[in-house]
């Protein structure tokens, strides 16, 4: 078990220990959940992605963004082995 100290401006900071045991790399965030009994749950924040975010990460600088179709038939041609 690990002890952290609370600062005067009641902040903590997590060892490394605890990081790598999280997965957690600087910059990344993580979240607590409250339990009744005053215990804390702390994990690494998950990111909420849309359909929308992820045809736009596959466009290419300059180049048109990929249309739902366009998204389905190249997933469909990797699944078969033809990409």
Request: net charge positive.
């Amino acid at each position: 078990m690990a002890t952290l100290t609370v600062t005067a401006k009641g902040q903590i900071t997590l060892k490394q220990e605890l990081l790598r045991h999280l997965k957690v790399s600087p910059g990344q965030k993580v979240q607590v959940d409250k339990l009744p009994d005053g215990r804390l749950i702390v994990k690494p924040a998950q990111k909420k992605h849309s359909i929308a975010a992820f045809s736009g990460i596959l466009a290419k600088k300059g180049t048109p963004r990929l249309t739902i179709a366009q998204i389905k038939k190249i997933t469909e041609d990797a699944w078969a082995g033809k990409r």
